[in-house]
């Protein structure tokens, strides 16, 4: 069955840098669009971008451009996700996902989220 | 961005009651509308996709429909475990964006 595990919860400080990964299991890595989603804190889910392995293809949200770096391993079948410039209120649960059928049309697996704390 | 605005922002409902939800669109969109349960703690569940096919396991008590700009997730006989978050998103146009979302609590 398909799992996406993510790397561990991190505190991080305001200016600095963090990446999360995302392991992908069952089904061919590259057959898939990966895309990772953010929750602040009692807030709604928020589309952060998109990549598509099997052409290198990268999207993202306009407001992330610049600080936020999505990259896949297709040897480790793991997508990654830098942020970069963190502030307070990148204080969030991020969560990479997969779609079912390559088109990147809607999420069906999800991983476990990653706790991002930003604080000085 | 394509905003997505739900309605209600939250609902009240007993057990066995029906409830809908709203969702509109700022741009049509076609069908590229999800539908999204979530708990607390939990990742989002993908219920119904492409505005009305409902996700392998899901229980068909789910059901959504609409076109363009206008969607609507419907719950027939609600029960216990269905009192949740729900989330609309549309996947026509990047970024993907999602609607502020709609709790749904026990009366």
């Known amino acids: 069955q398909v799992q996406l595990v993510q790397s561990g919860a991190e505190v991080k400080k305001p200016g600095s840098s963090v990446r999360v990964s995302c392991k992908a299991s069952g089904g061919t890595f590259t057959s898939y669009t990966f895309h990772w989603v953010r929750q602040a804190p009692g807030q709604g889910p928020e589309w952060m971008g998109w990549?598509?392995?099997?052409?290198?293809?990268?999207n993202y949200a306009e407001k992330y451009q610049g600080r936020v770096t999505i990259t896949a391993d297709r040897a480790t079948s793991t997508a990654y996700m830098q942020l970069s410039s963190l502030r307070s209120d990148d204080t969030a649960v991020y969560y990479c996902?997969?779609?079912?059928?390559?088109?990147?049309?809607?999420?069906?697996?999800w991983g476990q989220g990653t706790l991002v704390t930003v604080s000085s | 961005d394509i905003q997505m605005t739900q309605s209600p922002s939250s609902l009240a409902a007993s057990v066995g009651d029906s409830v809908t939800i709203t969702c509109r669109a700022s741009h049509s969109i076609s069908t590229y509308l999800n539908w999204f349960q979530q708990k607390p703690g939990k990742a989002p569940k993908l219920l119904i996709f492409?505005?009305?096919s409902l996700q392998s396991g899901v229980p068909s008590r789910f059901s959504g429909t609409g076109y363009e700009t206008d969607f609507t997730l419907t719950i027939s006989s609600l029960q216990p475990d269905d009192f949740a978050t729900y989330y609309c998103?549309?996947?026509?146009?990047?970024?993907?964006?999602f609607g502020q979302g709609t709790k749904l609590e026990i009366k």
């Open positions: 492409a505005a009305s």
């Open positions: 996902a997969r779609d079912q059928d390559g088109t990147g049309s809607y999420l069906t697996y």
């Open positions: 998103q549309q996947s026509y146009k990047i970024p993907h964006t």
């Open positions: 990549i598509i392995p099997i052409l290198g293809t990268i």
